[in-house]
């Protein structure tokens, strides 16, 4: 749900991030610019996303947005591969995009973008055990596509539209807006491929809103999916829950880590048993402050241990333009860890103490590194999508 306050205009988001820039570069180590706003054609990048293919291939990806930067842009899927455990990249590469996709009404209806720009947006991949990368995302906020890489991300298969999946769910919530993930996907250990999704109403704001959220899935290795149940509808305490992120739990169960716009400012953590059905009661995560912004969360496996959650988002609930709005800024970005499945979390670093948007993690297959992929600016004020490589070892450090 990208329709949020602050508006990432690449004006606006150039002027507001520029200010800890210069801190936040002598801080992280083995930072890499994988995008910058205006070069490659694109007026500006957003929506990291990021995996760790079974061979220790680094895929990064992102929105790449042609004119204005909004959601509704002229916008492409945009990824890079990185060898060296992250340390070098090639060239990006563009996804192709499927012909004949219509504009969705509900642009049109809320006067976004303009009627010849396509919008193809919301990647969220999963790198599988058995070392295929799956691929799903959205055209036009209203189409769902699954394509699928069989040489560790160097090409894709032509897209498979699966909208028919989270057609049994309009019975419920009429949606006319869907969008997967932001971020990844997870492999669950029975082998089901799970991403989270969001549905909008299209009647508020950019169209992004009223929202729920859900799951889709596979259990055949990504020839035929289905929707999951409604996760977080008809809980107004909880209101517009959209961009969630997964992680599954030593049991086998999964947990759900949710946006929303409540003001409390939190995080919404429910359970599943299997990532799709008997979602439990939700409930905020005192700790995980939210801004409202998507976050990134993954599970890091060690050698001696059990594994670790990593948890990254702009940990700030304060305002310093001092309006009254449920949104706060975007900054201090920062990486948690925790050792009891998410009961319990620790700061482990913060990785831009100034402006930054959207993140994704990954960690290396051994553990040894994690990744952050997120929205922040250059020392030169350019706005760009970074990615930094932390060894595990220093952030597990009292």
């Known amino acids: 749900m990208h329709s949020d306050t602050p508006r990432w205009s690449r004006r606006a988001f150039v002027l507001g991030l520029a200010g800890g820039a210069a801190a936040a570069a002598a801080a992280q180590p083995e930072s890499t610019g994988l995008w910058e706003a205006g070069r490659g054609g694109y007026f500006l ?184 149940e409604l996760a977080l509808a008809d809980r107004p305490e909880f209101p517009n829950a959209n961009e969630t992120a997964l992680i599954e739990r030593a049991g086998g169960g999964v947990t759900m880590n949710v946006r929303t716009t409540s003001p409390r400012n939190r995080r919404t953590i429910l359970t599943s048993p299997d990532g799709v059905s008997r979602w439990s009661a939700p409930q905020f995560d005192e700790t995980l402050t939210d801004p409202i912004c998507a976050a990134g969360l993954v599970r890091v496996p060690r050698k001696k241990g059990p594994p670790l959650w990593a948890f990254s988002n702009p940990d700030c609930v304060t305002r310093a333009d001092g309006r009254d709005i449920v949104s706060k800024d975007r900054r201090n970005l920062t990486l948690r860890l925790s050792r009891d499945e998410g009961a319990t979390w620790t700061t482990a670093r913060v990785l831009e103490p100034g402006r930054a948007g959207y993140s994704d993690l990954a960690a290396s297959r051994d553990g040894s590194n994690l990744l952050c992929h997120y929205e922040t600016v250059s020392a030169a004020g350019t706005a760009v999508l970074r990615l930094v490589r932390l060894p595990l070892n220093q952030l597990t450090k009292p």
Request: hydrophobic content about 35%; some cysteine.
């Open 45 to 228: 990048y957003r929506i990291p996303g990021l995996v760790v293919t079974r061979r220790g291939t680094v895929l990064a990806y992102a929105e790449a947005r042609r004119h204005t930067g909004s959601d509704w842009d002229d916008i492409d899927i945009v990824l890079r591969r990185g060898t060296r455990g992250g340390l070098s990249f090639g060239p990006p590469t563009i996804l192709p995009r499927v012909p004949g996709v219509e504009r969705n009404p509900v642009a049109n209806e809320r006067h976004q973008g303009r009627p010849d720009w396509r919008t193809f947006n919301n990647p969220a991949a999963i790198a599988a055990r058995d070392g295929r990368v799956h691929l799903l995302f959205c055209a036009e906020y209203m189409r769902v596509f699954y394509t699928r890489s069989d040489d560790d991300g160097r090409s894709f298969g032509a897209p498979v539209e699966i909208t028919s999946a989270l057609e049994p769910l309009r019975s419920r919530y009429p949606w006319r807006v869907a969008a997967t993930g932001p971020g990844h996907g997870i492999e669950l250990k029975n082998g089901r491929l799970l991403v989270p999704v969001w549905l909008a109403l299209g009647t508020q704001g950019n169209g992004h809103g009223p929202s729920v959220n859900t799951t889709i899935y596979s259990d055949d290795h990504g020839r035929t999916w289905h929707a999951g």
